[in-house]
């Protein structure tokens, strides 16, 4: 007799190849909306190929195209961190930004700007730095008797963020220069400024982690079953836990160097993801890299757009969307 | 052929607190050992001990003759199937996936399933009697349910030794002596040695060829059920009024006399 277990590889081809369909069209959206409006019509004829209003043309590319870049990178690291969290510490509502990770990391790269470090690697560094030290922190407070409970995680989190704020705040007030408004910004999650040069940057430093991950999603399938399960089925536990760990902090200060704080990207888009796809991580991985891809566009989109002159930083609609989730999922556990 | 484990001289202690000490032990394969004991005796921690969870602090542990020391994860993986207590309750993935877990060690890191994966997770499956639950998730089954599909997993790993922390728990009568008779049969037709950790004394009497009963981390009788469900030696254990005889079936029977503690429950 044999098992009726699905294939997870078909499963993962179909998520793929939908969600690759739906990143397509949200960056098309992505490059075709903006604060100069142009008319569907010389839209058509610039996706057309025809002969295109050349100051359109340069927008498109110049201007748009860096920018939904950064959009679909940024969004695709911080989906694959929350589900990375998400796993290692067995509860739904691990997250980046709310673990402060991306708090952390924003004040090591805030206290390398302030320093004149170079954005590549001084303040990627001091972000590294920064993000794997918050995380340390907040791991060794939401230390439990054997797993880290809920509250504790959160509490801890909340509270890591908050002083990582004050922290940022401070330097920022000393800082007292033209910067401020920049920085200030930035931290509200800011894609319009990364170039096509830091975006490819942010894509070569991204591509390896997310094959690493994908080659440990299995293992994190099995770590779900608890530790001593994980190790009875030959997982090294601690070794992957700790791979996975750093791995995910540096996507997530890679991505909060070039973008700032992007909150709850990594809650919205792996949970909306699980309810369709189910637990399994060799397909979640992939469909969290593209659909968080998908989801940080058509944000940015949104904040191009919803306001009637000049733009919103688009942590402002991720943190909008993101926020009732979270609070949905909090009473949901509760229930 | 040597012996399925051999402890030889083997203390563990947690932080600062003891748990086992100078432990001698060997179980012939193909036993079906029942490990008892009071809460907090240590039995818990001998299984880790064996599954590599742990390392002992002094002393040596073989497994079907190599040292364990030595032994990678995936060999081990190869070698130990575990059945822990804590299983997760809503463990997100259906049985016929959690049961093809059992399968990771002989699996590429992906986990890709072969056909005899599938072929031996489906024998796994039947011989719980999950089969009908295949697809259905594991936060949607009772407690026994889930504990079956648990046990199938172990049992899709295909482990010359088989670990068990008080497998039947959560388990109704029938359902208990489900498991137990799979576990005899394990041992009957594919000479598993079955490592198990039992409150259920009678249980252990019916089905264990060999009981170890530990108190605070030391052995205080170990042979067959007859030698070790022995009246005196129980009640030091425990700590409470018992009463010995001889079942129905033959196997001996502990009863427990309502109200009457000699000095109080042991620690926990």
């Known amino acids: 007799m044999s098992a009726p277990v699905a294939d997870w590889r078909p499963r993962a081809v179909a998520a793929v190849l939908v969600l690759g369909l739906v990143l397509c069209l949200a960056v098309v959206l992505g490059l075709s909306v903006g604060s100069s409006h142009w008319s569907g019509r010389e839209l058509?004829?610039?996706?057309?190929?025809?002969?295109?209003?050349?100051?359109?043309?340069?927008?498109?590319?110049?201007?748009?195209?860096?920018?939904?870049?950064?959009?679909?990178?940024?969004?695709?690291?911080?989906?694959?961190?929350?589900?990375?969290?998400?796993?290692l510490l067995r509860n739904p509502l691990a997250e980046p930004y709310i673990l402060g990770v991306s708090g952390g990391s924003a004040v090591g790269a805030i206290l390398a700007l302030l320093a004149g470090l170079a954005r590549f690697p001084g303040v990627g560094l001091s972000a590294f730095a920064g993000g794997l030290g918050t995380l340390a922190v907040v791991l060794v407070l939401a230390r439990g008797r054997w797993l880290f409970r809920t509250e504790n995680l959160l509490l801890a989190g909340v509270m890591v963020n908050a002083f990582c704020s004050a922290l940022i705040l401070f330097f920022v007030s000393l800082a007292h220069d033209s910067r401020l408004q920049s920085i200030l910004f930035w931290l509200m999650g800011d894609l319009s400024r990364p170039r096509a040069d830091e975006a490819l940057g942010l894509f070569l430093a991204l591509a390896p982690c997310f094959g690493l991950i994908f080659w440990q999603a299995h293992r994190m399938n099995l770590l779900l079953l608890g530790p001593d399960t994980a190790r009875s089925l030959g997982v090294r536990v601690a070794a992957v836990s700790c791979l996975l760990l750093v791995v995910t902090t540096f996507m997530v200060s890679a991505t909060v160097c070039l973008c700032g704080l992007l909150g709850?990207?990594?809650?919205?888009?792996p949970h909306a993801l699980r309810l369709v796809l189910g637990a399994d991580h060799r397909v979640l991985v992939p469909a969290s890299i593209l659909g968080g891809g998908a989801f940080m566009v058509l944000c940015d989109a949104l904040a191009r757009t919803l306001p009637a002159s000049g733009e919103m930083p688009v942590g402002v609609m991720t943190a909008m969307v993101g926020a009732p989730v979270f609070i949905y999922l909090l009473r949901r556990r509760a229930a | 052929m040597s012996p399925a484990l051999v402890?030889?001289?083997?203390?563990?202690s947690y932080r600062d607190a003891p748990v086992l000490r100078d432990l001698d032990l060997a179980v012939r394969r193909g036993a079906f050992f029942v490990l008892i004991g009071p809460n907090g005796a240590g039995k818990t921690t001998l299984l880790k001990l064996v599954a590599g969870i742990v390392r002992p602090d002094a002393g040596r542990i073989e497994v079907l003759g190599r040292d364990s020391a030595?032994?990678?994860?995936?060999?081990?993986?190869?070698?130990?199937?575990?059945?822990?207590?804590?299983?997760?309750?809503?463990?997100?993935?259906?049985?016929?996936?959690?049961?093809?877990?059992?399968?990771?060690?002989?699996q590429g890191p992906l986990g890709t399933a072969s056909d005899?994966?599938?072929?031996?997770?489906?024998?796994?499956?039947?011989?719980?009697?999950?089969?009908?639950?295949?697809?259905?998730?594991?936060?949607?089954?009772?407690?026994?349910?889930r504990q079956r599909a648990f046990v199938a997993r172990a049992l899709a790993q295909e482990p010359e030794v088989l670990l068990l922390d008080e497998p039947t728990a959560n388990l109704d009568l029938s359902h208990q002596v489900l498991l137990m008779d799979l576990m005899e049969e394990l041992r009957r037709e594919r000479s598993v040695t079955v490592v198990m950790v039992s409150h259920d004394l009678n249980l252990a009497a019916m089905y264990g060829d060999e009981l170890l009963l530990l108190k605070d981390g030391r052995p205080l009788a170990q042979g067959p059920p007859g030698v070790v469900l022995e009246h005196r030696v129980l009640e030091a254990a425990f700590g409470c009024c018992l009463l010995v005889d001889q079942g129905p079936l033959a196997a001996p029977r502990v009863t427990p006399v309502p109200g009457r503690f000699l000095r109080g429950p042991g620690r926990g």
């Open chain 1, 44 to 87: 058509l004829d610039l996706w057309l190929g025809r002969d295109a209003d050349p100051v359109l043309l340069s927008i498109v590319l110049d201007l748009r195209l860096p920018r939904v870049l950064t959009a679909v990178l940024a969004g695709a690291a911080l989906s694959l961190a929350g589900l990375v969290f998400q796993a």
């Open chain 1, 264 to 269: 709850f990207v990594g809650l919205v888009v």
């Open chain 2, 7 to 12: 402890f030889k001289g083997v203390s563990f």
């Open chain 2, 70 to 106: 030595n032994l990678g994860p995936r060999q081990r993986a190869g070698m130990i199937g575990l059945v822990a207590q804590s299983a997760s309750e809503d463990f997100p993935f259906s049985v016929a996936q959690t049961v093809l877990m059992g399968r990771a060690p002989r």
């Open chain 2, 116 to 145: 005899r994966d599938r072929q031996v997770a489906g024998q796994a499956m039947q011989a719980c009697r999950i089969e009908h639950l295949a697809g259905r998730r594991l936060g949607e089954l009772s407690g026994g349910e």
